[in-house]
């Protein structure tokens, strides 16, 4: 592949964990993540080119390279094992190997989703490599990562309001910061203005209801309960023209967060792929429904 080909699935790799495919929002989370995270940002770029590096030596539709599609859970493996595991020489490695992985699975079920109609993968393989994060780190005698600083809280209802919903946002990519959510939602205005809204919009509505509570949790202020539906509300945004699909993906996924916290299991973007899942499968059984209650208007 030559270097700016490369260079530019690489950066349509970070596109697509927005869903999105143009380089320039990938410019966007690459500066986002240098504002909120800059140590996790070469781990995350490691990710996405081991990711994308395995699918152009198994000879992978070109294509897909190029639109990122091999790149972006490779940096969300990148970026989750540099979070969570205090570093090491192994960790590298281990960001190397899941990311390899993800591109494996993640063809595999390409392949299937057009050949027999799968459901979209999504971010499924960073979620499945991700709840194996706990029993890879034990095994490897890697040590958790030290906790940050809790980050700081606006005092008033509309700061705090505003804040909570642009770190929903950022926590799409792990980061809490308001001022990197600001820089998401401004490159994806530029991308895609509609997406653009539904995003802001889906991190708005968990932000608002933890403030009417009146008795907001830590979680809910640092965005934790926004990323899932934002993700929703963009994927089902351009799948549907009808505003009824998203609302839906952004209320299941809301819906979907506890139950893995009741399982023991970290959420990570599995609401999202759960919601997306239900309205697709609910639109295409609805469709076929429709078609075989149609009358016949050929002659008998």
Not at 58 to 76: E, P, V
Not at 99 to 123: D, I, N
Request: hydrophobic share 55%; aromatic share 8%.
């Amino acid at each position: 592949m030559p270097p700016f080909a490369g260079f530019r699935a690489l950066l349509c790799g970070f596109a697509q964990i927005f869903l999105q495919q143009r380089p320039g929002f990938g410019l966007a989370v690459l500066l986002a993540l240098l504002i909120g995270a800059p140590d996790r940002l070469g781990d995350a770029l490691l990710g996405a080119l081991a990711g994308t590096l395995v699918a152009q030596r198994r000879g992978y539709s070109q294509a897909d390279i190029d639109a990122g599609l091999y790149g972006y859970n490779g940096a969300l493996l990148g970026l989750l094992l540099s979070l969570k595991l205090a570093w090491t020489p192994l960790l590298p490695l281990l960001i190397l190997g899941s990311a390899g992985l993800s591109s494996l699975l993640l063809a595999r079920w390409l392949r299937a989703s057009r050949e027999r109609e799968w459901l979209p993968a999504y971010t499924l393989p960073f979620v499945l490599f991700g709840w194996l994060l706990p029993w890879l780190g034990a095994s490897l005698g890697l040590a958790p990562a030290a906790e940050g600083p809790a980050p700081s809280l606006a005092s008033g209802l509309w700061p705090a309001f505003a804040e909570a919903t642009l770190r929903g946002l950022g926590q799409v990519i792990f980061l809490d910061h308001p001022l990197a959510g600001l820089c998401l939602l401004i490159g994806l205005s530029l991308c895609n203005h509609r997406c653009a809204a539904w995003a802001l919009a889906a991190a708005a509505l968990p932000a608002g209801l933890a403030l009417l509570a009146q008795q907001p949790s830590l979680a809910a202020l640092a965005g934790l309960h926004g990323y899932s539906p934002v993700l929703a509300a963009i994927a089902l945004a351009q799948s549907h023209r009808q505003p009824w699909a998203p609302l839906a993906g952004i209320v299941l996924s809301l819906a979907l967060q506890p139950g893995f916290a009741a399982l023991g299991l970290a959420p990570l973007t599995m609401p999202f792929i759960l919601a997306c899942w239900l309205v697709e499968a609910g639109t295409r059984s609805w469709r076929s429904a429709a078609e075989a209650c149609a009358p016949s208007t050929g002659r008998k």
